[in-house]
Every structure is written in structure tokens, then in C-alpha cells.
């Protein structure tokens, strides 16, 4: 059974957009760029061919990735989030016990990616710990056998 992925509605149509480009133009300009590098002759030191033929098998995955979470996926209204506590797609300030610096992290699927921040899986050890937490509280999660403390500095960009 596949993983429900929560996504927002932004990230959710980044993705369509995305998978219908690949499947249309990209295909058909992979599928260009091949017929033009075997017209070169000789496919066995033909670079040009192995490149676009590397290249197809790259988008091809990626299309099945995106088809995946898509399949998978569940549309989080960001109107309805946790507000003042630690949900999928929250930005997050977090201090770890024993040092002063505070790092900002998205909690949520890889595919919410954007700016400069680092993305926590909410199925992680860290994220299952955080999911829920308000400014102020203090999380312990554990990785390798060893138990971590983590401070919610604040929520929000």
C-alpha cells in the first residue's frame, strides 16, 4: 500500500503541470532529439544517441514518480492548518539541545520544496516528534539509538 502523501494545492499543480509537460512536448522532443542522433549512423559510439537516450530514461522516471505521488496524493487546505502548531507544510524554527543557532525547515513531502529551505518528512523521526508541537514546546526523537532534543523556536517564514 502506497504512503498518502499530503500535498498543497500549489505544490499539487506544480506537479500536474509538470507530468503533463514531460508527457507531451518532452516527450516528443526526446523522441526528436533520438531520431536525429541515429540518422548520425553508427548507434554503438554515437554519443549524441546515448545522451538522448539517457536523458529519455531520466524523464521517464521522473514521470513516474510524479504519476505516483499524484496517485497517492491528498490536497491540504492551507486556510485549515494548524495555525499555531506544527503541521504538513508548516515552516518551522527549530533550536537543538546544546547549540544557539535556530534552522528553519518545511515539514512535508520533498515535492513542497521551494526557497532555501530544508524539507523534514513528517514520517521521520524528527517530523513525527515535531507534528503537533506549539511555539515553546520541547521534543525528544530518537535516531541511532540516541535520544535527541529539539526546541519549537517559533512557526511561520
Not at 540518422?39 to 536523458?55: I, P, Q, T, V
Not at 508548516?90 to 546544546?98: Q, S
Not at 520533498?110 to 520541547?138: F, K, N, T, Y
Not at 526523537?141 to 540516541?146: L, S
Amino acid at each position: 500500500m502506497a504512503e498518502v502523501q499530503e500535498l498543497s494545492r500549489t505544490a499539487y499543480e506544480r506537479l500536474q503541470r509538470e507530468l503533463e509537460l514531460m508527457t507531451t512536448e518532452g516527450r516528443v522532443e526526446i523522441a526528436r532529439k533520438i531520431e536525429t542522433a541515429r540518422a548520425l549512423g553508427d548507434l554503438s559510439e554515437n554519443g549524441d544517441y546515448h545522451a538522448a537516450k539517457e536523458e529519455q530514461g531520466k524523464m521517464e522516471a521522473r514521470i513516474r514518480q510524479i504519476s505516483a505521488v499524484l496517485a497517492d496524493a491528498v490536497v491540504v487546505d492551507e486556510r485549515t492548518r494548524g495555525g499555531d502548531r506544527v503541521t504538513v507544510g508548516t515552516v518551522v524554527h527549530l533550536r537543538f539541545a546544546g547549540d544557539d543557532d535556530v534552522e528553519r525547515f518545511l515539514v512535508g513531502s520533498i515535492e513542497e520544496r521551494h526557497d532555501d529551505l530544508e524539507v523534514l518528512s513528517p514520517g521521520s523521526p524528527l517530523g513525527q516528534a515535531l507534528m503537533g508541537a506549539a511555539p515553546g514546546d520541547r521534543r525528544t526523537y530518537e535516531v541511532n539509538g540516541r535520544t535527541l532534543e529539539v526546541e519549537i523556536v517559533s512557526i511561520g517564514e
